[in-house]
């Protein structure tokens, strides 16, 4: 039959989280949504700032049609770019960041998309480094782009970077490594020495290679931190580097589908490469990014959500969770937990899980078999109400 059978698997087999999530609706409608403990999907529960809806109100009492609802250019509202520069400029020092370093995207998904597509060229074999646990999404984006996807194993316990691992992955092959920070499932954000490490590696790499290996940045999560972790700019580290930016979780707008693609001034060849990313965005589709979001965007730069609900949430079920007996990294950033499994299958565990009603994601397909991930971007209030079933579920593995 003559369809493309590649797509037609992705399509036709459901993303993990998303058969969790289908059956948390059928479950709902059963018992009632306050008898299921859902922590399946990273869909932000704290809204959007009023700055947002503000913005939004503005801008449809004052702005014309063209500008609200009409194409901006291939590669975004050059005003709106401008005023994304400006900030990365002076919240990270990148003082030659212009907007013609800047490709506005429809979310962190595009952006990697993009972003891979520009760099890797199909066919030569081109291999792409990720670090467990990752964000699934990823084995799809890099195979579409027409690379293989290389993992590399973290350090136990901690989840940081394991630079022996990481060493041993990078091949002549290596065009690129996705570094994801505050990572999704785990909740870690990569030390300062992390990131000098990984950047002195991927710089003796190049020229050992004589080629660039090109560091992709996927940082929707980078306004997610708690107790003043500081999440470092990679740009600072590593010149031959792309930020993926979203606004998805940052403004929880994940719905608007609004984010950008910046490209570091110091770059090799730097023109070329935002050549090649205004070119992948035309191939894949994904030019002129909503148009009234860009202008939302460009007016609420500093705006950001009130992440204490999401702390909140994080210290009662870490506390909560290792005082009754489970195993787990202190998440400094984004809005999940990792837990270490009760038992070795953690599809089996999440199955035990699932009769206390309680919902969580196995991770083997984040590239860490034994563990599991809760989404607390959800109400306090079920979080609470959780709490005896989390316990219950300990207690039986006890017996
Ligand atoms: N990267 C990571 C690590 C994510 O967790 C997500 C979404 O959950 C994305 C990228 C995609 O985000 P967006 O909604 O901006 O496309």
């Known amino acids: 039959m003559g369809y493309n059978k590649k797509t037609y698997a992705l399509g036709s087999k459901r993303s993990v989280i998303r058969e969790i999530f289908e059956y948390s609706k059928t479950r709902a409608a059963e018992i009632g949504a ?16 009023a700055e947002v809806n503000d913005a939004i109100r503005e801008l449809l009492d004052t702005q014309s049609s063209v500008l609200l609802h009409g194409y901006t250019s291939a590669q975004g509202d050059a005003g709106v770019r401008r005023a ?16 013609n370093h800047i490709y506005m995207t429809c979310g962190a998904a595009a952006s990697l998309s993009i972003c891979l597509k520009a760099v890797i060229e ?16 990823y084995r799809v984006f890099v195979e579409n782009a027409g690379a293989k996807l290389v993992i590399s194993q973290p350090k136990a316990k901690s989840f940081q970077i394991d630079m022996a691992d990481f060493e041993s992955r990078i091949t002549p092959r290596t065009k690129a490594v996705i570094v994801n920070s505050p990572n999704n499932p785990s909740g870690v954000v990569y030390t300062e020495q992390t990131i000098i490490s990984l950047c002195d590696i991927l710089r003796k790499k190049s020229e050992e290679y004589g080629h ?5 940045a996927d940082e929707p999560y980078r306004e997610l931190v708690y107790s003043g972790v500081t999440v470092p700019y990679l740009m600072s580290y590593y ?37 090649s ?10 030019v002129c990014a909503p148009s009234l979001f860009q202008q939302v965007i460009a007016r609420c730069i500093d705006a950001k ?28 950033g984004a ?5 270490k499994a009760l038992e070795d299958d953690a599809y089996r565990f999440c199955e035990r899980a699932k009769a206390h009603e309680i919902l969580v994601v196995p991770c083997d397909d984040f590239g860490v078999s034994g563990y599991v991930r809760i989404a607390y971007c959800t109400d306090k209030q079920r979080v609470l109400s959780a709490l005896p079933a989390f316990k219950a579920l300990a207690e039986e593995y006890k017996i």
């Not at 199909?122 to 999404?137: L, R, S, Y």
């Not at 950008?260 to 060849?269: E, K, Q, W």
């Open 305 to 332: 959500v009130n992440i204490e609900i999401y702390k909140e949430n994080r210290d009662l079920l870490y506390d909560s969770l290792t005082s009754y007996g489970y195993e787990c990294v202190k998440p400094d």
């Open 122 to 137: 199909e066919g030569e074999g081109d291999e792409c480094i990720a670090f467990a646990p990752f964000f699934t999404e």
């Open 84 to 99: 994304i520069s400006d900030s990365i400029k002076s919240r990270f020092g990148i003082e030659n960041i212009t907007p």
């Open 239 to 275: 010149k031959n580097t792309l930020v993926c930016y979203s606004y998805s979780k940052s403004l929880s707008l994940p719905g608007e589908r609004i984010g950008y693609i910046a490209v570091c001034p110091d770059m090799d060849g730097c023109e070329d490469i935002y050549l």
């Open 34 to 49: 306050e008898n299921v403990y859902d922590f399946s999907l990273g869909n932000p529960s704290v809204p959007a700032p």
């Open 335 to 339: 809005f999940y937990l990792f837990v």
């Open 277 to 286: 990313v205004c070119g992948a965005g035309r191939a894949l589709g994904y």
């Open 212 to 216: 660039v290996i090109y560091l992709i």
